[in-house]
């Protein structure tokens, strides 16, 4: 039962549970009238202290779609957090109000020192350079829709892996199921940390610069931004961010069937002329996100 449980990082939910999230999610997908007003009278509170703009329209969106309503603050500036007052009476006030919250931070642990205080569900909706456990569910979702298991996989990473807070939540997430092996590729600045390495079997994974080298033995190539706003030094960031683009003549190194993910937004790492090759699923992966946010909104208020 994931009703009133806080979702703060991957491994919060099983296995099993996340499989009978993402059974509620294809039912959503095949009929979503049906659930036009599963949270009707419901109220869902989004708090960003970072900028936005997929992850809080999604949730948004999945909000509106199932028949519930939103408030919330997109800018810390404009609520009381500009007067000092801590995160913990703000989640508790905010309970007072609403029946669910999403919370983004730029502080990693912020949303998980929230959830200590909370008396509602509370949503992890990316925290620092740490962990992204929605922007996960999306990702495993759209694997299982165009690979049709998440199982048994070669996934490349490529871009920041060491601030990407998405893909240290994917990794953990992935490395639950059996026989998946990552390729980590990134310049040696950006290099995966060894925490979420050190969780791996050595023989599951390598670490590589080399993205065209790379591509011919990938089921996925997952792109990422460098994450400019983590960066200690401009002059840093401004070397490392065009170290990777990936285009239409790299593409044919690539298996015919293996799909290009982004948990966007894009910067410079995809060209555009790559946005019309059928492998290229991105967009269809922020769609993803909506119907995932829906079914995660319905079981974490055990509604029907
Ligand atoms: C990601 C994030 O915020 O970590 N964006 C998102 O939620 N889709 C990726 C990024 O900002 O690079």
Do not use: W
Not at 129 to 155: E, F
Not at 198 to 215: A, C, H, P, R, V
Not at 263 to 276: A, F, G, H, Q, Y
Not at 277 to 294: L, N, P
């Amino acid at each position: 039962m994931l009703k009133d449980r806080h979702l703060i990082e991957p491994e919060d939910f099983t296995v099993g549970e996340l499989q009978e999230l993402f059974e509620l999610g294809d039912r959503i997908i095949e009929s979503p009238e049906k659930y036009s007003g599963a949270c009707r009278g419901k109220l869902l509170a989004t708090l960003f202290y970072e900028p936005s703009t997929r992850t809080r329209f999604s949730f948004e969106a999945a909000m509106l779609r199932l028949g519930g309503q939103t408030i919330g603050f997109s800018e810390p500036g404009s609520s009381s957090v500009s007067k000092g007052e801590s995160i913990g009476d703000t989640i508790r006030t905010i309970g007072c109000y609403a029946d669910i919250a999403v919370m983004r931070h730029p502080k990693e642990g912020a949303p998980l020192l929230a959830s200590k205080k909370s008396v509602i569900p509370l949503i992890n909706a990316g925290d620092g350079g740490h962990q992204h456990p929605t922007q996960t569910l999306t990702d495993l979702m759209t694997i299982r829709r165009y690979k049709r298991r998440l199982d048994n996989l070669v996934i490349g990473l490529c871009g920041d892996l060491k601030f990407g807070r998405t893909v240290h939540s994917l990794v953990k997430a992935l490395s639950r199921y059996d026989n998946i092996k990552f390729v980590f590729i990134s310049p040696n600045e950006l290099e995966i940390p060894p925490h979420i390495t050190d969780k791996l079997d050595k023989d599951q994974f390598e670490i590589t610069q080399n993205l065209e080298g790379s591509l011919g033995k990938l089921d996925i190539l997952y792109m990422t931004r460098v994450q400019r706003e983590r960066f200690f030094s401009e002059d840093e960031y401004l070397r490392l961010k065009d170290f990777f683009l990936l285009n239409a003549k790299k593409m044919e190194k690539a298996k015919q069937d293996m799909i290009v993910m982004h948990p966007l937004p894009r910067v410079n790492e995809i060209s555009t002329d790559m946005d019309t090759d059928e492998r290229a699923v991105y967009f269809e992966q922020a769609k993803m996100g909506m119907y995932i946010r829906m079914a995660l909104i319905m079981r974490l208020l055990g509604v029907e």
